[in-house]
């Protein structure tokens, strides 16, 4: 062997072992060429804050509320989004309880906390580049409010296999004892889209019309133990809640199961997002590094460096086309405007139809395909992502994919999202074109 090739050898293993940090000392994106907690973000709230801090926009606090009102404006977060949880499983515990529950708000780019008497609102955004970035903004009035970026806090329960293994979004269903406390030995489940409705929203309020499906929803257990036949009849197709908190003290009186069921699906994709991005950058960083210590032409693949897009990719498509949905058994209806608002939202194509359109009778989406494939997030994908998803996307909305993971899409389901794609993504691969 050349002594030259053996050099760039050693060089190689050396660099290899100077990556294989142990886990527990530093996460892998917070290494080149992620750097999650050095890098400057760019999203809603790093937007809003250039805003108020050069006097284009201003924000006052009002009574009891604090900032949520003007923060709601600024953002363009529908209050009927509001949905109510009641475990202690966020940053303020202490101010969460089934009297006082936490009222969460959002829309496509950022989700909003609220604590009845709290110090902060708790919020995260999605940021194109950084995945799911964190903030709090003090309740207490200022003359040019001040975003808090938080990394440690937060990442302790929101970085881990339970979001993707990135800074991401949770979703929890759990029993909860009269004064909010999870009651861990009864089960704790993470939700999302493929979750059964039976399973989900323990420690949640829920309001709405689900029939004769039953959920976990308004549910406190007495005592310390989650009995093996869990009671639930009061909790089901509630259609308000002044007989169990103080509705008066939030902006909504609702917790609308609408709007809880797209929470759930779009922080599975956010994460699913954050994830292609990540393995992208990193594969093709270890590529750069690989070529650059073996002497090989710029821009060679590994292909492990294809496995590794390729899997992510395909996790991906599989949230953006609802793979495993839980089917509905009765129409779904929410108690607020959240579902018109949401749907409200959607670029229509010339039939009318948008991404948005629920359909609530056998799944969520009357034409399942994520609205999240025109977000920000998406767009800033990795070229190399987005050529794969697109490519992913085309074989299947075209019938040339007919797994069984894709039976749920119908000949029909197929060509309505094609054709609704085609009219309202702007940025589509020249084989999309008609």
């Known amino acids: 062997m ?6 760039r050898l050693l060089g190689l293993a050396l660099l290899l072992v100077g990556r294989q940090v142990p886990a527990w000392a530093e996460d892998e994106f917070e290494r080149a060429p992620i750097l999650y907690s050095q890098s400057t973000p760019e999203n809603p709230i790093s937007q809003l804050q250039d805003r108020l801090d050069r006097g284009e926009v201003a924000m006052e606090p009002v009574a009891d509320l604090g900032y949520l009102p003007a923060l709601l404006r600024a953002l363009e977060v ?32 950022v989700y909003i906390g609220f604590c009845q008497s709290g110090e902060v609102l708790e919020i995260s955004a999605a940021d194109p580049k950084l995945g799911t970035v964190f903030y709090t903004l003090d309740q207490e009035r200022a003359e040019k409010p001040k975003f808090t970026r938080q990394v440690d806090n937060c990442l302790l329960c929101h970085s881990s296999s339970r979001t993707e293994a990135v800074p991401g979004h949770l979703v929890r269903s759990l029993f909860v004892d009269p004064g909010g406390q999870p009651i861990y030995s009864g089960g704790s489940r993470i939700v999302d889209h493929k979750t059964p409705l039976e399973d989900r929203w323990g420690g949640w309020y829920v309001t709405g019309r689900h029939g004769a499906q039953k959920h976990l929803g308004n549910l406190v257990i007495q005592g310390k133990e989650v009995p093996r036949q869990v009671e639930n009849a009061q909790g089901q197709n509630l259609l308000q809640l002044d007989d169990r908190i103080r509705t008066q003290a939030y902006l909504s009186p609702h917790s609308d199961i609408v709007a809880l069921m797209v929470l759930e699906h779009q922080a ?21 590094m690989m070529n650059r210590t073996l002497g090989n032409p710029e821009g060679k693949r590994l292909d492990s460096t294809n496995r590794r897009i390729q899997s992510a990719g395909d996790e ?5 086309l609802l793979v495993g949905e839980a089917k509905l058994t009765a129409p779904i209806r929410g108690t607020s405007e959240f579902a018109r608002v949401f749907a409200a939202g959607g670029t229509k194509d010339g039939q009318g139809r948008s991404l948005r359109d629920l359909d609530l009778e056998r799944r969520l989406f009357k034409y399942p395909c994520s609205y999240l494939i025109m977000s920000k997030s998406f767009d800033g994908l990795p070229g190399e992502m987005k050529e794969y998803v697109w490519r992913r996307l085309w074989k299947i909305l075209k019938g040339e994919d ?13 060509q309505n999202i094609l054709e609704i794609l085609r009219a309202t993504q702007p940025d589509l691969p020249a084989e999309w074109k008609p």
Request: glycine share 0%.
């Open 268 to 288: 599975l994709v956010h994460n699913r997002l954050t994830k292609a991005n990540f393995v992208t950058r990193q594969a093709l960083d270890y590529d750069a």
């Open 402 to 414: 007919r797994s069984e993971k894709f039976a749920h899409l119908s000949d029909q389901d197929r």
């Open 78 to 109: 529908p209050v009927e989004s509001q949905m109510l949880v009641f475990s202690k499983t966020s940053l303020q515990i202490q101010r969460i309880s089934p009297r006082t529950p936490r009222a969460l708000y959002f829309n496509d780019d």
């Open 316 to 320: 991906l498509v599989e949230a953006l």
């Open 2 to 7: 050349r002594v030259s090739k053996m050099l």
